[in-house]
């Protein structure tokens, strides 16, 4: 079993900031990469960035400049630095990782949610 735990979601002005925070733990053999996807009602979920375990990023254009994805693989811990927050950022985040829990199984874990709110 894997499983992901978020934290740091919350309610804020726009223009503030907040920190997610997902640590992976369970039966883990390796991380092959770990990100942040995000879903607003009604709307599909989408990539809002995605960091490998060679290290190289991936954000989405709306977030460029905005956010930062980082990671502590002591930890196996993926942050999201989310600063001048603004409304349409609204929706609730989910952590993913794309884990081999052996070196025949791999899949895909996806956190419970953690809902951001941001107020204009």
């Known amino acids: 079993q894997v499983q992901l735990a978020e934290s740091g979601g919350g309610l804020v002005q726009a223009g503030g900031s907040l920190r997610l925070s997902c640590a992976a733990s369970?039966?883990?053999?390796?991380?092959?990469?770990m990100g942040w996807y995000r879903q607003a009602p009604g709307k599909q979920r989408e990539l809002v960035a995605q960091?490998?375990?060679?290290?190289?990023?991936n954000y989405a254009d709306s977030v460029k400049g905005r956010f930062t994805i980082s990671r502590d693989n002591a930890k196996n811990t993926v942050y999201l630095q989310m600063n001048s927050l603004k409304p349409e950022d609204t929706a609730v985040y989910y952590c993913?990782?794309?884990?081999?829990?052996?070196?025949?199984?791999?899949?895909?874990?996806w956190g419970q949610g953690t809902q951001v709110t941001v107020s204009s």
């Open positions: 993913n990782a794309d884990i081999m829990r052996s070196s025949w199984y791999r899949l895909t874990g």
């Open positions: 960091l490998t375990s060679g290290g190289s990023t």
């Open positions: 369970g039966s883990i053999l390796s991380i092959n990469a």
